[in-house]
């Protein structure tokens, strides 16, 4: 069974860091591609950023320069570290399969990160 499991979400200050980890299991990590979505309230789901099999990186505008994905294949694991965070960033962070699209429908529970001003 394919299972995504958030973590690293907590509270911080405007102007702080944060790093989120999502550890998958029940697929082939290595040959799919993965993306961190955030869900804030009153607002749809958006796509944070994704990494595809050969590591490259996509970024929302609102968050380029200031997130970063990685992957570690040998963990089953991906990665958004988070600098310089804004209280904008406050929301529900989820990570999901992008390739291939047949796994797309399995969420994780999301971990909550909330900025404070």
């Known amino acids: 069974q394919v299972q995504l ?21 029940g697929f ?24 595809s099999v050969g590591r490259t990186t996509n970024y929302a505008d609102s968050v380029k320069g200031r997130f970063t994905i990685s992957r570690d294949n040998a963990k089953n694991t991906v990665y958004l570290q988070m600098n310089t965070l804004k209280v904008e960033d406050t929301a529900v962070y989820y990570c999901n399969v992008r390739h291939p699209y047949y796994l797309r429908n399995v969420w994780g529970q ?8």
């Open 110 to 117: 999301g971990t909550q990160v909330t900025v404070s001003s």
């Open 5 to 25: 499991v958030e973590s690293g979400g907590g509270l911080v200050q405007a102007g702080g860091s944060l790093k989120l980890s999502c550890a998958a299991s």
């Open 28 to 51: 082939t990590f290595s040959t799919s591609a993965i993306g961190w979505y955030r869900q804030a309230p009153g607002k749809q789901r958006e796509l944070v950023a994704d990494i």
